[in-house]
């Protein structure tokens, strides 16, 4: 029934509906009130199974859309059995409703008093199932996943919905509930459409669902790396009641100690909890894509896996880099790397242009189809150097700073530039320009806008490092507690606190005049695009490392003069004077370090190719 339909038959119900006499009762029910409602139902046993809205619901559809669950529960009991499963003019019974919600004792409650409910549907063909999917509830999803059955009316695993029973489930992220109905019904893996399988087009689109698709920080990809999953596809235990796995209980028996720590263990860190979910997410993610491409294989049609896994997947995979996905079909189906698409190619071009350095390294461990795959022109005789030379700003949204970008960028072109022919370093495109001249012309704003941040972070850089050098080289001619008069010796010359001055001293002026130099050179500086792959990196690098060890021996040096000073009157003081002087270096480091670090890893720690093995 189409909206115009729904539309047509609310007008001709209201003609006849007596609005006034129901809305006391329909206000209750919205707010909860169940005295009310009683009292109303008591004073008119008819309004049970009477219709109270313009819309053809029940005292019960409109409980159960207003989310009172509470009501929901009393009401079953008093209304009659065929109430439950009547539909309203949108086409739902009552269990719809619910299964859009939250809570398994209403969906009890129904299905305690007629267990065949699973199996109604809309107008539409969708049961409560699909319904549920929508809610986000994955307890909700498991409950109904194990009441219904795949019989008349709904068929909803074999059915017209079965399609859009799968699709929903993986676009939810539910893998470990889509894994459980495969086991249970394999005709479900090798659903297909237009545009290939029904799960592998989904997957495709969704890069997030993979590990390759997440950047973690430092400890949440140790904890990754360390926390346990375990993959049974099993509902919850209070759901599934006598239900076995099918690969036995041993297995949970082993693992129920591991597992129990590591409960403990996310439930005082929550934040390990978020990573352990993340890794099962696509730990079964990945389970999913092998399962169903398997499927398929066991099949032997080679038409049938051809439209299956359809270039639109491979592109989809392709572009968004989902590296786990493309090496099961490369596994299963190796003549996929093959795949060309109209205007875009092959997988090793529509990697190169869309940035995706894990499916470039991944097709690396293949380098003979590599070479082959990089030395094919596109529609436009570019050749795979040219779409590297492309900005392609999109890409780049995780790096910032243009200093980075504009040297990712060339890493990214050299790299792309290494497995190509040597002849099409000088081959042009049909706008006349070779590579390089595409590179330079592409990339002529973002070299511009990185200039313009060395010289402003240098100039920054080097006042400090000009004032740090100032204050050093004066303290180190009018030392603390000055010279003997007779022979011009510094009083304190035998103090060993004295040597720590001294030398600190002069470690902060050596330290903060290569920091001067440094910055210096950077202002002074071509900035030509090659410029930003090494040299200017390490050159900043170089100077914020002796500006942030100048900055520490200054402290320490000031640290010595004052302790000098007051030893005879406070003992206690170079405490306190410790304490303070690691402030600043502290404080240097919280606001600078990220910086440092990030450009040393993006120096000298950055590789274009991964090491993903294929087998």
Known sequence: MSFHDVKAATIEFARGFNHGYYQPLHIAILKGDWESTKAFLDNDPSALTAKITTIGRSALHVAAVGGQWQLVEKLVQLVPVQVLAELDLMGCTCLHYVAMGESINAAKALLAKDPSLTQLTDFTGFTPLIYSITSRCKEMVW???????????GRPFSGPSANQLVALLTAAGFHDITMYLLQCYPNLATLSDSKGSIILN??????????????????????????????????????????????????????????????????????????????LRHSSAVRLVKFVCTQVSTTNDTQLWQSFVSGDIVFNATSSGIVEFL????????????????????????????????????????????????????????????????????????????????????????????????????????????????????????????????????????????????VVFAASITVPGGNNQDKGFPIYLSNDTFMVFVVSDALALFSSMASLLMFLSILTANYAEEDFLKRLPERIILGLASLFFSIVTTMVAFGAALDLLLEE???????????????????????????????????????????????
């Not at 235990?237 to 036995?248: A, I, T």
């Open 327 to 470: 090496r099961i079909c490369f596994q299963i189906f190796p003549d996929l790397v093959w795949t060309r698409m109209p205007n875009e190619g092959f997988v090793a071009q529509i990697a190169i242009k869309n940035r995706q350095e894990k499916v470039f390294s991944l097709l690396c461990k293949m380098p003979i189809i590599c070479k082959f795959l990089v030395l094919a022109l596109d529609e436009s005789q570019n050749t795979t150097s040219h779409l590297a030379a492309r900005f392609a700003s999109p890409q780049l949204a995780s790096v910032s700073g243009a200093v980075f970008q504009m040297q990712k960028e060339l890493q990214w072109f050299k790299e792309v530039e290494k497995w190509d022919h040597p002849l099409h370093k000088e081959v042009k495109n049909q706008d006349d320009k070779t590579p390089w001249q595409l590179f330079r012309e592409e990339h002529k704003p973002l070299l511009e806008e990185a200039k313009n941040w060395m010289k402003d972070t240098s100039n920054s850089c080097m006042v400090v490092a000009a004032l740090i050098a100032t």
């Open 143 to 153: 409950y109904l996943v194990l009441n219904t059955t795949d019989e008349e009316p």
């Open 202 to 279: 989904v997957l495709s689109k969704l890069p997030s669902y993979f590990q390759s698709g997440n950047k973690l920080g430092f400890w949440k990809r140790f904890i990754y790396h360390c926390v346990p999953v375990g993959l049974d596809y099993l509902p919850p235990s209070h759901l599934r009641g006598n239900l076995k796995d099918s690969y036995g209980d041993s297995s949970h028996q082993q693992s129920y100690f591991g597992g129990s720590i590591w409960n403990a263990i996310q439930n005082i860190v929550p934040g390990i909890k978020l990573v352990r979910e993340a890794k």
């Open 569 to 615: 009157r406070l003992k206690w003081v170079s405490i306190p004077i410790a304490l303070l002087a690691c402030v600043p270096v502290a404080l240097f480091a919280k606001l600078q370090l990220p910086l440092f670090i990030q450009m040393i890893i993006s120096t000298y720690g950055s590789r274009m190719c991964h090491h993903h093995s294929l087998w």
